[in-house]
């Protein structure tokens, strides 16, 4: 074992490893006994495609060069296709119209060119048992551009060689569009401003043949999600009208009735379209993920309200689909593989479908986490912690590691306990890494959820301060060498962070973060357009308190080195925001380094990109800490400003 610097360990977590073969699975679908799965893959740029793989192994992938299936509906998609019978209708990046994929045919257009190039935006389809209509949501643009001005969101009826029919319109966002088994009635979900979906929503169900139409579920308070049918006839919906996202069904006498209850989150905030985190099999059996203690897990309930966990290795469900019988479709992963695709049985028995990468590394250099509670003033707060690990290096006697805090996004996000090669770069080099599910979390319920109403810039900050101060204080962590990094709100949480006078980081990375809220507030996207409602409270009456927790109004109290990371054409928070701070530490010498990625959007999708900001990062902990970059790998140093006198 080698005595050398936290920081400077080699590792095999590289930069060209962690974008090597790198995949993310996005959703999955079972069809006529094959399955079906999507995969956003960096080394194309970023492109999803559609992988087929049938019931003798073969696989195949299903879009030509020029597709990619991926649509942009409240900016951050999902529910971006669907499969019947091996037919493939998806929603095509490059334009956003409706595409029609049949068996060994090429792809073609099913919704009408739009008025404005990529005008018109499709997601979240369902089909009726004949495959003769199609209801899907749409997010209608009159103009190109930024703002949320006249942008029109509604459910339409697709069927074949007419022009879509508007069967939804009014409220301000609708989701979930499902067909009764009979094509009879249709169940919706609808929201309007100022709340997000997380915050109040309606379940609406109109009989198609009267129009009759009733609210089942929601209103003010109550966050209602994922309605499914059952083929008997049966509603089922998710709500936290008990403070957790639990599962409910409609009853016959129109009652709403409880299936499972728990102290638990079955929901997840739908920051994109079409969540899967519960199948109801045909006796009535449920088979459902739980977020619980910031763990994630399976388990499945019986018609009489029994509740048994299911024995997998998974502590992260990203989508739970059927596949007949008493056979689900899980993406999931665990500390110790990244999310992939596997069969679940309702006794709980798994079998790979796509095997995880394998990253021939062993396990002794993965860092697992460690949940962990701490005191933030008079609240607990929670996290993830993750030590250094590497069996080839120690730090010198007496030393102790530096700890990067990252900051989810959101805030209405949370840390996830599954192999992250990105967290793995950091561990394996000597760093702890400490991912803190801070006041505003999901995972918690909704109290803990609402803490951060009002408070956006505040309570996120404290808890971020308090997890580094208490891992210090269990001498766990060196509490001189403290560094916060976060992406989007978690990069605004990190220039509020730095922007104190009693900050106690040494430096921070900004990824594509918020610095100017009133500019946020006065041009954003429509689905987030009112979202700072609640977080801060309503524009312009309380512009004060917007100016008060912009970082940018408090550049005089920004004395620790900052790297800031941005995309070009990001349409959630523009480059703008990234130039205001930037430009602003430059004029008074604060060391601080910029990089612009052409062609990204709001997160890095291109393997090139995802590497140069990673080894950047690293550069930039080495020159403010003072380690040595390690022997051996080509990490391209990135220029700090004013770092030297």
Not at 366 to 392: K, M, Q, T
């Amino acid at each position: 074992m080698q005595i050398s610097e936290f920081g400077s360990w080699a590792t095999p977590f590289t930069a060209d490893l962690i974008t090597q073969s790198a995949v993310r699975v996005t959703d999955v679908r079972a069809d006529a006994g094959a399955v079906v799965w999507s995969e956003a893959r960096p080394a194309e740029g970023g492109r999803v495609q559609l992988v087929r793989r049938e019931a003798d192994g073969s696989t195949a992938d299903l879009l030509p060069e020029g597709f990619g299936a991926r649509t942009s509906v409240h900016e951050y998609g999902g529910a971006d296709w669907w499969v019947r019978d091996g037919v493939v209708w998806f929603a095509n990046w490059a334009d956003q119209r409706l595409y029609r994929l049949g068996r060994g045919g090429e792809p073609e257009a099913v919704t009408p060119e739009p008025e404005v190039p990529r005008g018109d935006r499709y997601a979240d389809g369902d089909l009726t048992a004949d495959g003769t209509r199609l209801a899907v949501v749409r997010e209608h643009h009159p103009k190109t551009g930024r703002g949320a001005g006249d942008v029109r969101n509604e459910i339409v009826l697709l069927t074949e060689g007419a022009e879509p029919e508007v069967l939804v319109s009014g409220p301000d966002f609708v989701a979930s569009p499902r067909f009764s088994p009979d094509a009879g009635k249709l169940a919706w979900v609808a929201w309007d401003h100022p709340n997000m979906p997380w915050d109040s929503t309606e379940l609406r169900v109109r009989d198609l043949a009267s129009g009759e139409e009733i609210v089942v579920a929601g209103g003010p308070g109550e966050s209602v999600s994922e309605p499914r049918w059952h083929a008997d006839g049966t509603l089922y919906f998710l709500s936290d009208r008990t403070g957790w996202w639990n599962l409910y069904r409609l009853g016959a006498s129109g009652t709403v009735d409880p299936v499972v209850v728990l102290d638990a989150e079955i929901g997840v905030p739908a920051w994109g379209l079409g969540t899967g985190r519960y199948v109801v099999l045909a006796d009535h059996r449920v088979v459902f993920a739980r977020w619980s203690g910031g763990i994630d897990g399976l388990a499945i309930a019986s018609p009489d309200g029994t509740v048994t966990d299911l024995d997998t290795p998974f502590t992260a469900i990203s989508a739970l689909r059927p596949a007949g019988g008493d056979e689900l479709l899980v993406i999931a992963g665990s500390p110790t593989a990244e999310p992939s695709v596997y069969t679940l049985t309702a006794e709980g028995k798994v079998a790979t479908v796509r095997e995880p990468r394998d990253t021939g590394i062993g396990a002794e250099y993965v860092s697992a986490p460690e949940a962990i509670d701490f005191p933030s003033g008079d609240r607990v707060s929670h996290a993830l912690f993750y030590p250094p690990a590497n069996p080839d290096f120690a730090g010198p006697a007496g030393s102790k590691p530096p700890v990067v805090v990252v900051v989810h996004g959101g805030p209405t996000s949370h840390a996830v306990p599954v192999l992250s090669l990105g967290i793995q770069y950091w561990t394996s080099r000597g760093f702890g890494v400490v991912d803190v599910n801070y006041a505003g979390s999901t995972g918690f319920g909704r109290a803990y959820r609402e803490e951060l109403h009002g408070t956006w810039g505040i309570l996120d900050v404290a808890d971020c301060i308090a997890a580094v101060r208490w891992l210090a204080a269990e001498g766990r962590v060196d509490g001189d060498k403290l560094l916060i990094r976060g992406g989007s709100a978690g990069g605004y949480t990190v220039l509020a962070a730095l922007s104190r006078a009693d900050t106690p980081f040494a430096a921070g990375t900004d990824l594509f973060g918020v610095a100017d809220l009133q500019a946020l507030a006065a041009d954003t996207h429509k689905f987030e357009s009112r979202y700072l409602d609640r977080l801060i409270g309503p524009y312009p009456e309380m512009r004060d308190v917007y100016l008060d927790r912009s970082p940018i109004q408090h550049i005089d109290a920004f004395t620790r080195p900052l790297l800031v990371l941005q995309g070009a054409d990001d349409p959630v928070v523009p480059p703008n925001q990234s130039e205001l701070i930037v430009d602003a530490l430059r004029s008074r010498k604060v060391p601080v380094a910029y990089l612009l990625f052409e062609g990204e959007q709001h997160g890095f999708r291109r393997a090139e990109n995802i590497r140069r900001s990673l080894d950047a990062e690293l550069s930039f902990y080495s020159q403010i800490l003072g380690f040595d970059l390690p022997a051996g790998e080509a990490i391209e140093p990135v220029e700090v400003e004013n770092l030297r006198p």
